[in-house]
Protein backbone atom coordinates (compact mmCIF):
# COMPACT_ATOMS: atom_id res chain seq x y z
CA UNK A 1 0.00 0.00 0.00
CA UNK A 2 2.67 2.15 0.97
CA UNK A 3 4.58 1.56 -1.96
CA UNK A 4 1.36 2.35 -4.13
CA UNK A 5 0.88 5.61 -2.81
CA UNK A 6 4.34 6.36 -3.70
CA UNK A 7 4.08 5.15 -7.38
CA UNK A 8 0.50 7.15 -7.58
CA UNK A 9 2.30 10.51 -6.10
CA UNK A 10 5.32 10.22 -8.44
CA UNK A 11 2.87 10.52 -11.09
CA UNK A 12 2.51 14.02 -11.81
CA UNK A 13 -0.99 15.26 -12.46
CA UNK A 14 -0.50 19.08 -11.62
CA UNK A 15 -1.69 21.59 -13.88
CA UNK A 16 -0.99 22.34 -17.06
CA UNK A 17 -0.38 18.71 -18.07
CA UNK A 18 -1.94 16.14 -15.73
CA UNK A 19 -0.49 12.96 -16.46
CA UNK A 20 -3.97 10.58 -15.26
CA UNK A 21 -3.22 7.76 -18.72
CA UNK A 22 -0.20 7.07 -15.76
CA UNK A 23 -2.84 6.81 -13.08
CA UNK A 24 -5.14 4.79 -14.83
CA UNK A 25 -2.89 2.83 -15.77
CA UNK A 26 -1.47 1.78 -12.82
CA UNK A 27 -4.90 1.57 -11.11
CA UNK A 28 -6.11 -0.64 -13.82
CA UNK A 29 -2.99 -2.95 -13.56
CA UNK A 30 -3.68 -3.41 -9.76
CA UNK A 31 -7.47 -3.92 -10.24
CA UNK A 32 -7.10 -6.32 -13.03
CA UNK A 33 -4.61 -8.42 -11.21
CA UNK A 34 -7.07 -7.85 -7.97
CA UNK A 35 -9.89 -9.16 -10.64
CA UNK A 36 -12.29 -6.11 -10.38
CA UNK A 37 -14.15 -4.97 -13.41
CA UNK A 38 -12.48 -1.64 -14.72
CA UNK A 39 -14.42 0.59 -16.95
CA UNK A 40 -12.38 3.60 -18.63
CA UNK A 41 -14.47 6.36 -19.48
CA UNK A 42 -13.00 9.54 -22.19
CA UNK A 43 -15.21 12.26 -21.16
CA UNK A 44 -16.34 14.77 -23.55
CA UNK A 45 -13.40 17.46 -22.71
CA UNK A 46 -11.04 14.76 -23.92
CA UNK A 47 -10.05 13.86 -19.83
CA UNK A 48 -10.15 10.48 -19.02
CA UNK A 49 -11.34 8.80 -15.99
CA UNK A 50 -11.62 4.85 -14.23
CA UNK A 51 -14.44 3.10 -12.52
CA UNK A 52 -12.97 0.04 -10.31
CA UNK A 53 -16.88 -2.28 -9.47
CA UNK A 54 -17.13 -4.98 -6.65
CA UNK A 55 -20.71 -6.48 -8.62
CA UNK A 56 -22.79 -6.76 -5.80
CA UNK A 57 -25.95 -9.64 -5.52
CA UNK A 58 -28.93 -7.48 -5.54
CA UNK A 59 -28.89 -5.16 -8.37
CA UNK A 60 -31.85 -3.08 -7.31
CA UNK A 61 -29.97 -1.74 -4.33
CA UNK A 62 -28.58 1.75 -5.05
CA UNK A 63 -24.83 1.20 -5.47
CA UNK A 64 -22.20 3.18 -3.18
CA UNK A 65 -19.15 5.21 -5.29
CA UNK A 66 -16.42 5.60 -2.85
CA UNK A 67 -14.64 8.62 -4.99
CA UNK A 68 -11.30 10.71 -5.63
CA UNK A 69 -9.76 13.24 -7.91
CA UNK A 70 -6.76 12.10 -9.68
CA UNK A 71 -5.21 15.71 -10.37
CA UNK A 72 -3.13 17.76 -7.62
CA UNK A 73 -2.20 21.27 -7.37
CA UNK A 74 1.32 22.48 -8.61
CA UNK A 75 4.47 22.13 -6.19
CA UNK A 76 5.87 24.70 -8.10
CA UNK A 77 8.57 26.01 -4.82
CA UNK A 78 10.73 22.73 -5.25
CA UNK A 79 13.39 24.89 -2.71
CA UNK A 80 11.04 25.21 0.21
CA UNK A 81 10.16 21.45 -0.03
CA UNK A 82 12.30 18.86 2.55
CA UNK A 83 11.85 16.10 -0.01
CA UNK A 84 11.08 16.52 -3.74
CA UNK A 85 7.38 16.87 -4.21
CA UNK A 86 6.63 14.24 -6.76
CA UNK A 87 9.00 11.63 -5.19
CA UNK A 88 6.40 10.32 -2.57
CA UNK A 89 9.52 9.72 0.05
CA UNK A 90 8.86 7.83 3.13
CA UNK A 91 10.87 9.51 6.01
CA UNK A 92 10.33 8.08 9.56
CA UNK A 93 6.90 7.16 9.09
CA UNK A 94 5.70 9.68 6.98
CA UNK A 95 4.96 9.96 3.27
CA UNK A 96 5.59 12.93 1.51
CA UNK A 97 4.30 14.40 -1.43
CA UNK A 98 2.31 16.27 -3.36
CA UNK A 99 -1.53 14.71 -3.32
CA UNK A 100 -0.98 12.22 0.00
CA UNK A 101 -3.50 14.24 1.50
CA UNK A 102 -5.63 16.18 -1.47
CA UNK A 103 -6.21 13.07 -2.46
CA UNK A 104 -3.96 10.47 -3.40
CA UNK A 105 -3.96 9.23 -0.13
CA UNK A 106 -7.33 8.84 0.15
CA UNK A 107 -7.92 7.13 -3.24
CA UNK A 108 -5.28 4.07 -2.11
CA UNK A 109 -6.76 3.94 1.05
CA UNK A 110 -10.22 3.55 -0.73
CA UNK A 111 -8.59 0.40 -2.90
CA UNK A 112 -7.26 -1.29 -0.23
CA UNK A 113 -10.48 -0.98 1.63
CA UNK A 114 -11.68 -2.44 -1.20
CA UNK A 115 -9.79 -5.16 -1.98
CA UNK A 116 -9.40 -6.09 1.41
CA UNK A 117 -13.47 -6.62 1.25
CA UNK A 118 -12.54 -8.70 -2.06
CA UNK A 119 -9.86 -10.77 -0.75
CA UNK A 120 -11.97 -12.39 1.91
CA UNK A 121 -14.33 -13.33 -0.57
CA UNK A 122 -17.45 -11.49 1.26
CA UNK A 123 -19.52 -11.04 -1.45
CA UNK A 124 -21.20 -7.69 -0.83
CA UNK A 125 -25.34 -7.49 -2.00
CA UNK A 126 -24.45 -3.96 -2.37
CA UNK A 127 -22.46 -3.32 -5.70
CA UNK A 128 -19.25 -0.90 -5.15
CA UNK A 129 -17.24 1.67 -7.41
CA UNK A 130 -14.15 3.16 -6.73
CA UNK A 131 -14.36 6.63 -9.20
CA UNK A 132 -11.34 8.05 -10.28
CA UNK A 133 -12.28 11.87 -11.71
CA UNK A 134 -10.20 14.12 -13.24
CA UNK A 135 -10.28 18.66 -13.04
CA UNK A 136 -11.58 18.60 -9.66
CA UNK A 137 -9.13 21.26 -8.56
CA UNK A 138 -10.31 23.37 -11.61
CA UNK A 139 -14.14 23.16 -10.45
CA UNK A 140 -14.67 19.92 -11.50
CA UNK A 141 -16.52 21.04 -14.52
CA UNK A 142 -14.42 19.07 -17.22
CA UNK A 143 -14.64 16.28 -14.64
CA UNK A 144 -17.41 15.10 -12.66
CA UNK A 145 -19.74 17.42 -14.45
CA UNK A 146 -19.32 16.08 -17.27
CA UNK A 147 -19.30 12.13 -15.72
CA UNK A 148 -22.82 12.77 -14.09
CA UNK A 149 -24.02 14.16 -17.34
CA UNK A 150 -22.51 10.77 -18.97
CA UNK A 151 -24.82 7.87 -20.76
CA UNK A 152 -22.94 5.51 -18.67
CA UNK A 153 -23.52 7.79 -14.99
CA UNK A 154 -27.29 6.62 -14.83
CA UNK A 155 -26.41 3.46 -15.62
CA UNK A 156 -24.27 2.84 -12.21
CA UNK A 157 -27.36 3.27 -10.02
CA UNK A 158 -25.35 5.47 -7.52
CA UNK A 159 -27.09 6.07 -4.26
CA UNK A 160 -24.24 7.04 -2.22
CA UNK A 161 -20.71 9.05 -2.78
CA UNK A 162 -18.19 8.61 -0.04
CA UNK A 163 -15.85 11.87 -1.10
CA UNK A 164 -13.02 13.79 -0.07
CA UNK A 165 -13.42 15.09 3.41
CA UNK A 166 -10.62 16.77 5.59
CA UNK A 167 -8.13 15.17 7.94
CA UNK A 168 -8.54 15.49 11.62
CA UNK A 169 -5.04 16.98 13.23
CA UNK A 170 -6.38 14.64 16.46
CA UNK A 171 -5.80 11.30 17.85
CA UNK A 172 -8.73 11.36 19.10
CA UNK A 173 -11.77 11.98 16.29
CA UNK A 174 -12.60 12.33 12.81
CA UNK A 175 -14.09 14.29 10.79
CA UNK A 176 -17.39 13.73 8.67
CA UNK A 177 -18.11 16.60 6.40
CA UNK A 178 -21.88 16.68 6.09
CA UNK A 179 -21.90 20.16 4.31
CA UNK A 180 -20.51 22.86 2.25
CA UNK A 181 -20.74 26.42 1.02
CA UNK A 182 -20.79 27.70 -2.35
CA UNK A 183 -19.24 30.72 -4.12
CA UNK A 184 -20.52 33.83 -5.18
CA UNK A 185 -17.44 35.81 -6.99
CA UNK A 186 -17.89 39.34 -8.34
CA UNK A 187 -16.67 42.23 -9.79
CA UNK A 188 -18.38 45.49 -8.42
CA UNK A 189 -17.36 48.88 -10.30
CA UNK A 190 -18.01 52.55 -8.76
CA UNK A 191 -18.05 55.05 -11.19
CA UNK A 192 -17.54 58.52 -11.22
CA UNK A 193 -16.51 61.65 -13.07
CA UNK A 194 -12.46 62.48 -13.90
CA UNK A 195 -11.58 66.01 -11.72
CA UNK A 196 -9.05 67.53 -10.59
CA UNK A 197 -8.15 66.05 -7.34
CA UNK A 198 -7.35 70.10 -5.82
CA UNK A 199 -11.86 69.73 -6.46
CA UNK A 200 -12.94 69.95 -2.13
CA UNK A 201 -16.19 68.79 -3.09
CA UNK A 202 -15.35 66.57 -6.02
CA UNK A 203 -17.61 63.19 -6.53
CA UNK A 204 -14.48 60.56 -6.16
CA UNK A 205 -15.58 57.16 -6.68
CA UNK A 206 -12.53 55.33 -5.40
CA UNK A 207 -14.24 57.22 -1.80
CA UNK A 208 -17.79 55.65 -2.57
CA UNK A 209 -15.95 52.24 -3.19
CA UNK A 210 -13.92 52.06 -0.48
CA UNK A 211 -17.06 53.42 1.73
CA UNK A 212 -19.06 50.02 0.78
CA UNK A 213 -16.23 48.08 0.82
CA UNK A 214 -15.73 48.90 4.39
CA UNK A 215 -19.88 47.05 4.69
CA UNK A 216 -17.96 44.07 3.76
CA UNK A 217 -15.46 43.82 6.17
CA UNK A 218 -17.66 44.72 8.50
CA UNK A 219 -19.87 42.22 8.06
CA UNK A 220 -17.48 39.56 7.86
CA UNK A 221 -15.95 40.86 11.18
CA UNK A 222 -19.56 40.10 12.04
CA UNK A 223 -19.89 37.01 11.29
CA UNK A 224 -16.15 35.62 12.57
CA UNK A 225 -18.11 36.56 16.06
CA UNK A 226 -20.47 34.21 15.59
CA UNK A 227 -17.97 31.75 15.38
CA UNK A 228 -18.13 29.51 18.61
CA UNK A 229 -22.22 29.17 18.13
CA UNK A 230 -21.65 28.40 14.44
CA UNK A 231 -18.78 26.03 12.34
CA UNK A 232 -16.96 28.86 9.89
CA UNK A 233 -18.88 26.58 7.38
CA UNK A 234 -22.42 27.47 8.76
CA UNK A 235 -21.77 31.33 8.01
CA UNK A 236 -20.96 33.77 5.37
CA UNK A 237 -17.45 34.68 3.92
CA UNK A 238 -16.88 37.88 2.72
CA UNK A 239 -13.74 38.57 1.16
CA UNK A 240 -11.94 41.89 -0.83
CA UNK A 241 -9.82 39.64 -3.36
CA UNK A 242 -8.56 42.39 -5.52
CA UNK A 243 -8.33 46.37 -5.65
CA UNK A 244 -8.18 48.93 -8.73
CA UNK A 245 -9.06 52.59 -10.36
CA UNK A 246 -7.86 53.43 -13.51
CA UNK A 247 -5.55 56.24 -12.47
CA UNK A 248 -3.43 58.28 -14.66
CA UNK A 249 -1.86 60.65 -12.51
CA UNK A 250 -1.40 61.48 -8.98
CA UNK A 251 -3.36 64.81 -8.79
CA UNK A 252 -6.67 63.39 -10.73
CA UNK A 253 -9.86 61.34 -9.58
CA UNK A 254 -10.61 58.59 -11.42
CA UNK A 255 -13.53 58.10 -13.23
CA UNK A 256 -14.17 54.12 -12.40
CA UNK A 257 -12.94 52.10 -9.28
CA UNK A 258 -12.89 48.26 -8.86
CA UNK A 259 -12.88 45.70 -6.64
CA UNK A 260 -13.95 41.58 -6.68
CA UNK A 261 -15.08 40.14 -3.28
CA UNK A 262 -15.45 36.66 -2.92
CA UNK A 263 -18.45 35.71 -0.50
CA UNK A 264 -19.32 32.33 0.40
CA UNK A 265 -22.96 30.90 1.01
CA UNK A 266 -24.19 28.17 3.34
CA UNK A 267 -26.30 26.05 2.03
CA UNK A 268 -28.86 27.07 4.12
CA UNK A 269 -29.30 29.93 2.15
CA UNK A 270 -30.41 29.81 -1.59
CA UNK A 271 -28.90 31.35 -4.54
CA UNK A 272 -31.54 33.79 -5.15
CA UNK A 273 -30.72 34.80 -0.92
CA UNK A 274 -27.24 35.27 -1.62
CA UNK A 275 -27.59 37.48 -4.36
CA UNK A 276 -30.61 39.25 -2.64
CA UNK A 277 -27.99 39.94 0.13
CA UNK A 278 -25.64 41.54 -2.63
CA UNK A 279 -28.11 43.80 -3.34
CA UNK A 280 -29.43 44.98 -0.33
CA UNK A 281 -25.36 45.80 0.61
CA UNK A 282 -25.58 47.99 -2.59
CA UNK A 283 -28.91 49.73 -1.83
CA UNK A 284 -27.60 52.50 -0.91
CA UNK A 285 -24.73 53.16 -3.75
CA UNK A 286 -25.64 53.89 -6.87
CA UNK A 287 -23.09 54.47 -8.60
CA UNK A 288 -22.08 50.73 -8.17
CA UNK A 289 -22.94 48.22 -10.24
CA UNK A 290 -22.11 44.50 -9.68
CA UNK A 291 -21.64 41.77 -11.65
CA UNK A 292 -21.45 37.86 -10.99
CA UNK A 293 -18.04 36.10 -12.49
CA UNK A 294 -18.18 32.72 -11.07
CA UNK A 295 -20.82 30.53 -8.74
CA UNK A 296 -22.18 26.57 -9.10
CA UNK A 297 -26.19 26.53 -10.09
CA UNK A 298 -25.20 23.11 -7.85
CA UNK A 299 -25.44 22.95 -4.62
CA UNK A 300 -24.39 20.82 -2.04
CA UNK A 301 -27.34 19.01 -0.09
CA UNK A 302 -26.08 18.43 3.40
CA UNK A 303 -26.55 14.62 4.65
CA UNK A 304 -28.62 13.91 7.88
CA UNK A 305 -27.20 12.18 10.91
CA UNK A 306 -29.98 10.38 10.53
CA UNK A 307 -29.97 8.88 7.64
CA UNK A 308 -27.96 5.05 7.88
CA UNK A 309 -25.36 5.91 5.35
CA UNK A 310 -24.08 8.72 8.13
CA UNK A 311 -24.90 6.48 11.20
CA UNK A 312 -22.83 3.65 9.67
CA UNK A 313 -20.28 5.53 8.69
CA UNK A 314 -19.89 7.34 12.13
CA UNK A 315 -20.24 3.59 13.80
CA UNK A 316 -17.34 2.24 11.68
CA UNK A 317 -15.39 5.42 13.24
CA UNK A 318 -16.36 4.66 16.58
CA UNK A 319 -15.19 0.88 16.27
CA UNK A 320 -12.13 1.79 16.09
CA UNK A 321 -12.22 4.11 19.28
CA UNK A 322 -12.36 7.46 17.52
CA UNK A 323 -15.21 10.16 17.85
CA UNK A 324 -17.09 11.09 14.85
CA UNK A 325 -17.41 14.63 14.26
CA UNK A 326 -19.73 16.20 11.79
CA UNK A 327 -17.95 19.37 10.29
CA UNK A 328 -19.27 21.77 7.54
CA UNK A 329 -16.22 22.47 4.70
CA UNK A 330 -15.63 25.88 3.95
CA UNK A 331 -14.51 25.77 0.14
CA UNK A 332 -16.79 23.61 -1.84
CA UNK A 333 -15.68 20.68 -4.15
CA UNK A 334 -16.88 18.06 -6.72
CA UNK A 335 -19.11 16.30 -4.27
CA UNK A 336 -22.35 19.23 -5.45
CA UNK A 337 -22.33 17.30 -8.97
CA UNK A 338 -23.83 14.64 -7.19
CA UNK A 339 -26.33 16.08 -4.31
CA UNK A 340 -27.28 18.18 -7.40
CA UNK A 341 -28.36 14.45 -8.35
CA UNK A 342 -30.62 13.72 -5.21
CA UNK A 343 -27.21 11.29 -4.19
CA UNK A 344 -26.56 11.45 -0.89
CA UNK A 345 -22.61 12.60 -0.44
CA UNK A 346 -20.25 12.65 2.73
CA UNK A 347 -16.94 13.88 2.67
CA UNK A 348 -14.58 11.59 5.11
CA UNK A 349 -10.58 11.80 4.29
CA UNK A 350 -9.90 8.87 6.96
CA UNK A 351 -6.89 10.63 8.44
CA UNK A 352 -5.38 11.92 11.26
CA UNK A 353 -2.73 14.46 10.36
CA UNK A 354 -2.69 17.98 11.18
CA UNK A 355 -4.36 19.35 7.06
CA UNK A 356 -2.24 20.48 4.87
CA UNK A 357 -3.98 20.31 1.70
CA UNK A 358 -2.11 22.07 -1.27
CA UNK A 359 0.73 22.95 1.09
CA UNK A 360 4.67 22.52 1.68
CA UNK A 361 6.04 19.60 2.88
CA UNK A 362 2.36 17.92 2.74
CA UNK A 363 2.27 14.64 3.80
CA UNK A 364 0.67 11.87 5.82
CA UNK A 365 1.56 9.34 8.05
CA UNK A 366 1.96 5.07 7.52
CA UNK A 367 -0.48 5.01 10.18
CA UNK A 368 -3.12 7.07 8.62
CA UNK A 369 -3.22 4.69 5.72
CA UNK A 370 -3.36 1.86 7.80
CA UNK A 371 -5.97 3.72 9.85
CA UNK A 372 -7.72 4.35 7.21
CA UNK A 373 -8.49 1.02 5.22
CA UNK A 374 -9.32 -0.09 8.13
CA UNK A 375 -12.41 2.21 8.95
CA UNK A 376 -13.30 2.32 5.17
CA UNK A 377 -12.88 -1.65 5.43
CA UNK A 378 -15.41 -1.49 7.96
CA UNK A 379 -17.76 1.02 6.72
CA UNK A 380 -17.85 -1.28 3.28
CA UNK A 381 -18.44 -4.30 5.47
CA UNK A 382 -21.56 -3.11 7.69
CA UNK A 383 -22.94 -0.63 4.58
CA UNK A 384 -22.74 -3.25 1.28
CA UNK A 385 -23.70 -6.54 2.65
ZN1 LIG B 1 -9.20 17.50 -3.12
Known amino acids: MINFLQRYVCINTAYPNPDYQSVIALFKKHALDDGFLVNELLLPSGNPMLIVTMLGSSFELPSLALNHHMDVVPADNLDEWRFPPFSGTVSEGLIYGRGTQDCKGLGVAQYAALKMLKQKQLNTQRTIHLIMVPDEERGGFHGTKEFVEHP ?18 SNREL ?28 QNCVHVLTDFLAKIVTFNLAQQRLVGLHQPGELICMHITSLSANNGALNVIPSQAQATIDIRIPSRLSLDEGI ?15 EILATSKERFKPIKSESIFYKTLAQAVLDYN ?12 DARFYTHRGIQ ?41
Do not use: W
Open 152 to 169: IFSSLNIGYVLDEGMPSA
Open 175 to 202: LIKVDERTPIQIRVTSSGLQAHACELFA
Open 276 to 290: ALIDSLLQDYTTITY
Open 322 to 333: LTPKPFVFQATT
Open 345 to 385: VIGFTPFSVVPNLHGTDEHISIKDLDQGTTILYTFLHSFCM
